[in-house]
């Protein structure tokens, strides 16, 4: 069978990106088909025997005064011309799927290209409307309603079609990608006790209880509103395969409490699997290559391998 053909962008040229993909392609050479973006030269900066993979080769990062851990304008474009490289790659079918290394908002900002994040950025050029960000470790599955806004604003956002999008889409990407005959789906409550039928908060009762309700008709197993720690608990405990969180902590805590090492970024939706590490650039360890950690770059591609030979088996 071929190996499945994984591209790796290599994020913020000045970040931790290149270390952990020399690292990463190291351990599972062998087992996947790589193709790195990004900029040979900074990987040289490294001083490390380069590992075999292909490499797309952008040549786009200054050599004069680059060093680790900086954050310039002419590194936030450069991250984002290798996402686009990657997009290219993606529609031309010479990679099966996307892992992306952290790049840094601020730096993008500073080049004057408006960038939310990876998630939005590569739905918009994929032109998909309906995405969701699943956040994951070894132990934890999380598909988040609301990501990057301010906690006040989360309430008013929790409605009944975007509630129903994520479920949706949760539910069809844990069957089709990950495989799972009968998915198990928890749906966490936005207050605390989930609100103790209305005492806290009236998002449940108004609009997460009738959902659940109607959705019973489609998906065999799925619960909820349940007050978030015993649903996350539960989860952990494997009576499901996924929570619904209703916002970004929610998810984000018990993934870096119980393991950081193992977490991922999935984006579902997207015409193509997109991963990446559960962690930023990394600015201050960047130029330490015995600190750079890959492990949740490994994990990233391990399971965007795995979920694109699920895609292409289905």
């Known amino acids: 069978m071929n190996k499945i053909r994984v591209g790796i ?28 973006i990004g900029d040979e030269w900074v990987f040289e900066q490294l001083r490390r025997v380069y590992p075999f993979c292909g490499f797309v080769d952008l ?21 984002v011309e290798y996402l686009d490289k ?13 892992v992306t290394c952290p790049v840094s908002k601020e730096a993008i900002n500073k080049a004057g290209i408006g960038f939310p994040g990876h998630t939005e950025y590569l739905a918009k050029k994929a032109h998909t409307k309906n995405f969701a960000m699943m956040l994951l470790n070894k132990y934890l599955k999380f598909s988040l ?6 906690l006040k604003s989360v309430p008013g956002e929790i409605k009944k079609e975007k509630l129903y999008k994520t479920i949706n889409l949760t539910y069809n990407s844990l069957k089709e990608l990950f495989s799972i005959k009968e998915p198990k789906i928890v749906i966490c409550g936005l207050n605390p006790h989930a609100s103790d039928n209305g005492l806290f908060g009236t998002e449940e009762n108004r609009i997460i209880k009738p959902l659940i309700k109607k959705l019973k008709n489609k998906i065999k197993y799925i619960d909820g509103p349940k007050s978030a720690d015993v649903a996350i608990l539960q989860l952990k405990e494997k009576k499901y395969d996924c ?17 950081p090492s193992t977490g991922v970024n999935f984006t579902l939706g997207l015409p193509f699997i997109r991963t990446s590490p559960l962690h930023g650039t990394a600015f201050d360890i960047a130029k ?6 890959p492990s949740s770059l490994i994990q990233s591609i391990r399971l965007a391998g795995l979920c694109a030979l699920n895609q292409k088996n289905n």
Request: proline share 5%; charged share 20%; glycine share 8%.
């Open 9 to 36: 962008t290599m994020g913020d040229p000045s970040g931790i990106g290149p270390a952990i993909i020399l690292k990463a392609v190291k351990k599972l050479h062998g087992f996947f088909e790589f193709t790195v």
């Open 59 to 79: 040549n786009n990062v200054g050599r004069r005064n680059f060093s680790f851990g900086q954050i310039k304008a002419e590194y936030g474009r450069a991250s």
């Open 86 to 98: 990657a997009l290219e790659l993606i529609k031309n079918k010479q990679i099966d799927c996307l």
């Open 145 to 150: 309603v609301t990501w990057h806004i301010p």
């Open 243 to 259: 929570a619904i969180v209703m916002y970004h902590d929610q998810a984000l805590i018990p993934l870096k409490v119980l393991d």
């Open 288 to 293: 330490d290559y015995p600190a750079c950690d």
